[in-house]
């Protein structure tokens, strides 16, 4: 077996593991398991499931992705940007479709694991992800409003637009105290670093804000007078029954689930990378992240995958293997079955204040802003991806955001790809280290010769068809150099052969010059090779320019 499918964990193992590192990894996980704490709670209360679905996740998820995945330092869970789907899957299909969805995912993340798709992901266009990361962010925040004022609502909106409008038709219900709980939960968030980098903001201000709620008797709403008990267990694994209609419907927000979870696990790895100077296995890295999908569904849970601010926590507290991830999903394991009776005592309010700076800290607000100063190809990506996330739906957004980028892409690369018409000499293929001492030679009367530049896909065959239009008359021989073509697609193929044929209809030959090995493979397999004549196929331009002589020699003497 190659390391592309061996987890880190065997070769940490395998390399010698010291005990100096396991209390360096026992202290970073047990730190990074307080920090997760809050954070898994949120999540799943923010994504309309009760609160120990958040800790399921975080314990199963997070031990699979630590143990069996490509990251040294990787600490999986529920994440912000699962918010949104999660939450719109269990409004159409109910708790036991977003079972369902995160199962299906979880195959197709361990499919796209098998088949080697990790180092692809990483190419989706960065104005997509700001774009969609941003809109998440944007929504995150809208969704806390009401928690974060204490709005006396029923109900709240599902769409961005009627949210908004509602939270302002109840502006004059803001409860003082949720307020203020909300605020300084904010506040003590953000600023607590100054006064310790190991004890998290967030852990201190719901602390401070559970016991003031308990002892004050605070008209504020708690975990437990919306969700009541949080079980202190973990639930036996079931596998939920769909059936085939369900599992159609299904495929869409799996298949968001899916690339959602991939992009984001991996951007923490590459993150993680950078910090810590190491370099993560990207494939085997999604095998585990839909290893723990599928298992975190059977528990009950919701979707998992890399989650950065942790992973950037375990590293900045010594973290350095896989075993302080599966250290924080003991701690979490330890703190459901003997604490969590107490979490029912947390306040609403400094749940939404912590979303609100999780909303913050994944806005991206600096790299948006950096974004629309540049191309106009990138801020269309970016703000369609954007406001379709936020007006419309994040699967909607992925999915349209993918296809204007492919269209972009093709349309830069196609101006990248060259089409010149080269007359009177032309240039050695031989290449000096003096442009001007490069050797010229002259071209035969009655032979055109044109270059190609860059990948042939069919934008670039349809505009060479574009330009042999513009020859005035037929040359007897048109000589194509090829020696800057990389690859050739399937529809560069057929136009590039549909236009040989109707060149040699009107009594032209057609050399070919320098053309790369694997392009020569894609050619004989099509046939085109053969319809050229392999005395045709010159191996670079001198070849070409002697053939052509020899032809124009041929016809003369055929034709006086």
Do not use: C
């Not at 529920?78 to 109910?94: L, M, W």
């Not at 709240?156 to 939270?167: H, L, Y």
């Not at 219900?173 to 190991?198: C, D």
């Not at 089409?419 to 032309?426: E, H, K, R, T, Y």
Request: aromatic share 8%.
């Amino acid at each position: 077996m190659t390391k592309t499918f061996i987890p880190k964990l065997f070769t940490v193992f395998n390399q010698g593991y010291s005990r100096k590192q396991f209390y360096s990894d026992s202290l970073s996980g047990l730190i990074v398991g307080i920090v997760a704490l809050p954070l898994a709670i949120a999540f799943a209360i923010a994504s309309g499931v009760s609160p120990e679905k958040g800790l399921i996740t975080a314990i199963i998820g997070g031990f699979i992705i630590s143990a069996f995945g490509g990251s040294r330092v990787q600490i999986g869970g529920p994440t912000g940007a699962f918010i949104i789907i999660v939450y719109s899957i269990i409004q159409k299909y109910g708790v036991d479709g977003l079972t369902a969805a995160t199962l299906i995912a979880g195959v197709m993340i361990m499919i796209m694991g098998f088949a080697k798709l990790g180092s692809l992901i990483k190419f989706i266009p960065y104005p997509l992800v700001v774009g969609f990361t941003s809109g998440i962010a944007l929504t995150i925040f809208s969704t806390q409003i009401k928690d974060f004022f204490g709005f006396e609502m029923t109900s709240v909106p599902a769409d961005f637009i009627p949210k908004w409008g509602a939270f302002l038709s109840h502006a004059n219900s803001v409860n003082v105290y949720s307020l203020i709980i909300a605020a300084s939960t904010v506040i003590i968030s953000l600023q607590f670093k100054r006064i310790s980098k190991r004890i998290p903001g967030s852990l201190v201000a719901i602390l401070l804000a559970t016991l003031a709620v308990h002892f004050f008797n605070l008209p504020v709403e708690t975990i437990e007078t919306k969700f009541g008990e949080i079980s202190g267990s973990l639930q036996m694994p079931s596998i939920p029954h769909i059936n085939f209609s369900q599992f159609k419907e299904l495929l869409q927000p799996a298949f968001t689930i899916a690339i959602l979870g991939s992009i984001e696990s991996l951007l923490s790895a590459v993150v993680a990378d950078g910090m810590i100077g190491k370099t993560h296995r990207s494939n085997i890295e999604l095998v585990a992240q839909g290893a723990a999908n599928i298992f975190s569904s059977v528990f009950g849970g919701i979707p998992a995958t890399g989650a950065i601010a942790r992973t950037a926590t375990n590293i900045r507290n010594g973290g350095r293997t896989p075993v302080a991830g599966i250290i924080h999903s003991i701690t979490l394991l330890i703190i459901l079955l003997f604490a969590g009776k107490w979490a029912k005592l947390i306040p609403l309010s400094t749940l939404a204040g912590i979303l609100m700076v999780v909303a913050y800290n994944m806005s991206e607000w600096r790299s948006f802003i950096s974004i629309l100063k540049g191309p106009r190809q990138d801020i269309a990506i970016l703000l369609s991806t954007f406001f379709l996330t936020v007006l419309v739906d994040l699967t909607v957004a992925i999915q349209i955001g993918m296809v204007l980028s492919a269209f972009l892409f093709m349309s830069r690369m196609s101006k990248i790809g060259g089409i010149s018409d080269i007359g009177g000499q032309v240039e050695e293929d031989t290449a000096t280290a003096d442009p001007d001492a490069t050797l010229k030679l002259s071209i035969p009367e009655g032979v055109k010769v044109y270059e190609i530049n860059g990948p042939f896909f069919f934008g670039v065959a349809n505009k060479f068809k574009e330009t042999l239009k513009d020859i005035d008359e037929n040359p007897a021989v048109l000589i194509i150099r090829m020696r800057s073509v990389p690859i050739i697609d399937s529809t560069g193929l057929h136009n590039f052969h549909e236009m040989i044929k109707g060149i040699q209809a009107g009594g032209t030959k057609v050399v070919l010059s320098a053309v790369q090995p694997e392009v020569l493979k894609e050619l004989e397999k099509s046939r085109i090779l053969f319809a050229v004549g392999k005395k045709n196929l010159a191996a670079n331009i001198r070849e070409a320019l002697e053939r052509s002589a020899q032809i124009i020699k041929e016809l003369r003497e055929t034709h006086p």
